[in-house]
């Protein structure tokens, strides 16, 4: 029963208010192809749109977790009720990742098609540097209550990996086009523990 | 006691501002009414009695259960916050089938409780407008279908009247009233008409205390003997309303009729003791316990 | 003043503390701890010359070597793109193979038979590559006519390949400095740009990437505020006029997000004096930044407030963000050399190169300029936007639900 309830919220949730969210991911996924070739790229070549265009999506799917209840009512109205409303939140985020990992699975299954040297690894390293950006943005969003501050520190974060490179050591993104792998596994840290952090920051203003 | 909210001493301060000090309050079922000024700590009591808040020190029970065990709390009250809002793009009855899910109810009864409260609430024929589509009665009216939904013991409705049309009201007040028949409702307002229509219990806030508790008879009767009405020309009007709580004006011809609420007896001319109404009695109830509650500048 | 409330509205926002906490992150993690050793002679570098012979025979050589692998790699939005021609494409290379080096197709066919020949692996795909020697130069060539041909060449295969005419010049002709020449450049450094003049440049190379993008959160953010606060109807209802009003919040945005980077530039200058005395120009560390970054601060202002009052602070961000990239990408290839008449990035990542910076310096100011004027038109066009909005006439486009944008159609 109870989790029948949770998938009725879940569901009803993803239709009214990150529907457009993850049609713009998709987008950006799409136009991909566009902007860059696909085909018969090597390992580090294949990691440039893997790592520079691609993880935008996390910004996209992750920032706005928190957003419908921005309104202050709306999240007392929520809050009121008998289910926990970081449940919620968790939910979402799980939903969001795992559109996130898809359209990166089925990206890279893409390029794989089109005879790039890409390996599984390509996706756990583009799904990393996702997911750090977007947990910058939901750390952002959830700490100054507003999205466009969240959406700014995502960005913000992106263009200091143009600009400082590898100077940003384990928290460069782009770590892959360079052909190194080791700095993934330190972004996928940084985005659980920004996540838990968000989680704990909004708990403790509430 | 089992379906009574007891408050025993209960604190909150946001920061170093004290927000609530030294709560005690017993609610027993039917309809309670806070009364109070804008800013005198209603909305923070209601948000710490719905678990949305926490207190800093005391005790509160709802029907038995500890505040703290918030989940609990939250599954048998309903609260309708001052200016309720939902997801703008949400159509009105996927908006309250989505809050009942929150309640964790059961898909069929969802749809049985959907269709009769839309009806109750007369929203029935809107149940297809959006959200953000609704006037401010409509949405109001959601948002007390959305409190009653899963018929919690307990609800909890911030100022629920302000900013609607007297009809709207009259009809909001009726369904409160329907509410309380058997359950707890818990009725925050700066309206003083509100509670005189409504409420049996009342209890007075002001600046995070309590001042007063009981009935509405006691409150009136409290204040008898502190009422007068009284004819003064108009250019004393200014000087009057700095010295005195002045509740009503009447402009006759050359003079004016003021209702005049005072400890010792005014010294004025043609002063008459008169019967105490909720107003006179809340206003004397506020300036008995020493807040600055007189006319101030003339606008 | 209302230009100074603004001010004050600004700067006490969240949005314009990460700009200037940003500002100065970029500034000591780049130009600052760049600079901090003394400048000197560039031995050893090469430098790019604009020698027609060599240009011509290295482009030649490079694209019968493409044409014959079939394979050219170009860098159109700055990313990778290996393009394989079809048949009637390759035909348009043939041809311009042909005229340029004078030769028939049977004789570069023999040309290819003799050169050394590998295939190549690149992960999945194995395709056939050639290295020629040397193909010669028809003497009738023009240069004139052998750019219109690489321009040809250019477009046939999508744009952003090695023969983009802007571009051949860095691409072929870039030769070993002599010493001479190494020490001419250092005495351009000193004399002609007197220290300061040559750092300037650096300095707004590396300041104008983020000049040209954060500005637009602090923008979006200051306004839509108004409607996010709910003051809109309080503001609307006021006696001053919209171009008033608008035009003073711009100029309250342009000069509080300067004032940092001239913090910036006046550390800076304290930096030169340290490393090379006082006898440098005072001033150019100044004036040029200011006119090279000031046009970056304006449209990226401009377009957060036209965005957001067009439709809302996310798609100004989307919209810059975009217009950022994009010229990031496409300009990455080149680090200096020419500027382009559009391009909103300008680029001049070294403190030496006086000599191309000043060939292509009237193009730099056309571009300024032309951004100083394009931004104050998209000012123009929000006052329009607010006026309209203000008699209530219009409330800003949507893009979803009923009466948007993307509906409306249905």
Redesign the interface.
Known sequence: MASGCLAKVVCSDAKHNFLVHYLLALAVILASPLLFSIRYLDSKQAAQPLEMLVPLIGIILLTPVFMPEQNESIRDVVRSKKTSYSLICLLRLLMAMAVLLSLIGAFVLYMRHCGSAVTFRHFTGSAASAAVLGAVGLFGAAVSDDTITGYMSAVIYFITNFLLKDKLGIFYIFSMSSGSFAEKKWLVLMSVILTAGTFTVRSIRN | MNDCIIIKNVDKFYGKKQALSDISLTIEKGMFGLLGRNGAGKTTLMKTLAALHKKNSGEITVCGVPVENASEIRAMTGYLPQEFSMYPNMRTDEALDYLGALSGMPSKLRKERVESLLKRVNLTEHRRKKVKELSGGMKRRLGIAQAIIHDPKVLIVDEPTAGLDPEERIRFRNLLCELAEDRIVLLSTHIVGDVEATCEKIAVMDSGRILWKGTVSELIENARGHVYTANVEKRFLPQLKKEYIVTGMLAQNDYTTVRIVSDPEPDLPNTVQTEPDLEGAYMYCLHSSGCDVTGGEDI | MIFFKDCKRIARS??YL?YCV?VA??FF??YFSDCRTEVGPPFGETKAVEDHDLIMSGAALSLAEDYFANLYICY??G?????TLNEKKQEVIEDALTEMTGLSMEELTKLRDNAEHYTSY????EYNGYIIDSVPVSSSLTYDRFLEIMKKVNKTLGGGSSYKPDDLIFKFSQVPMTKEEALEEYDNFTNKDRVTGALARLFSD?TG??AA??PV?VA??LT?EDRRRRMSDLVYSRKISSFRLVFTRYAALITAMFLPLLITMIIAQIQAVSIYGSNISMTALFTLPSFWLVPNIMEAAAVGMLFTELFS??TA?IVQ?LSWFLS?LTGSGQLYGKIRSFTLICRHNTVFGRDIFMTYHSQFVFNRIFYIVFSLAMVTLTVFVYETKRRGAFNGIRL???GSLLRRKA
């Open positions: 969240m949005t990460i940003i992150l970029f993690t780049q159109p939005f990313f990778y793109k290996s393009v690149d992960g999945l795909h590396y990437i983020d993008i954060l959160f979006a953010a839509s602070g996310g961000v963000f990031l979803f639900g009923k």
